[in-house]
């Protein structure tokens, strides 16, 4: 069982950065494929990120070069580092974790965050 809070969301102008943060309960989060997946209104849950527990890290083509994740396995944390923020980045983020299956597919991920609000005005 893992169990995941996210933290760092709020509202910035579009050019901005925010970090999400999520942290993890549970003894083996290292084993752990970690994923971002966002969720706009009035849009389904689509793939942002995912870093394996090798910390090889996969992106959605809508944000490669302005988001970075990366993962703290001695803090159970997983980060998202995002930068030149744009309106379309707003959404409720999540995080997920997951042993196995396709990295960007939401299906394939076992256990999910409450999810934080990100908001970036124009």
């Known amino acids: 069982q893992v169990q995941l809070v996210e933290s760092g969301g709020g509202l910035v102008q579009a050019g901005g950065s925010l970090r999400l943060s999520c942290a993890a309960g549970g003894r083996t989060f290292s084993m752990y494929r970690m994923g971002w997946f966002r969720q706009a209104p009035g849009k389904e849950r689509e793939f942002v990120a995912a870093?394996?527990?090798?910390?090889?890290?996969y992106y959605a083509d809508s944000v490669k070069g302005r988001f970075t994740i990366s993962r703290d396995d001695a803090k159970n944390t997983v980060y998202l580092q995002m930068n030149s923020l744009k309106p379309e980045d707003t959404a409720i983020y999540y995080c997920?974790?997951?042993?196995?299956?396709?990295?960007?597919?939401?299906?394939?991920?076992?256990?999910w965050g409450q999810g934080t609000q990100v908001t970036v005005s124009s």
């Open positions: 997920a974790a997951g042993r196995g299956g396709d990295f960007s597919r939401s299906l394939h991920y076992d256990y």
């Open positions: 870093i394996n527990w090798n910390s090889i890290t």
